[in-house]
């Protein structure tokens, strides 16, 4: 036999996104999905100067183009 009760959880959802390079907000779509951006998570190891350290950021699509305009090796392009 079960025995069943309500339980009440806590649910975080992202509500507003910003671009950490330009400031800009990252806008939603019509279904309330924020438009394309990029977002990393780096937590860095042992053998780095940043070692124990976690860094985390947003960049819009403009800002992203920006950085990697800068690469001496080019990035793939590879079309889906």
């Keep these: 036999m079960r025995k069943i009760k309500k339980v009440l959880t806590e649910k975080e959802e992202i509500y507003e996104v910003y671009c950490n390079m330009c400031g800009n907000a990252i806008q939603k779509d019509q279904f309330g999905k924020f438009y394309e951006y990029l977002s990393i998570d780096k937590h860095w ?5 940043l070692d124990g350290q976690k860094h985390s950021f947003d960049l819009c699509d403009t800002c992203y183009k920006d950085i990697i305009s800068k690469f001496k090796i080019k990035i793939l392009d590879d079309e889906y």
């Design 45 to 49: 190891g042992y053998l780095s100067s």
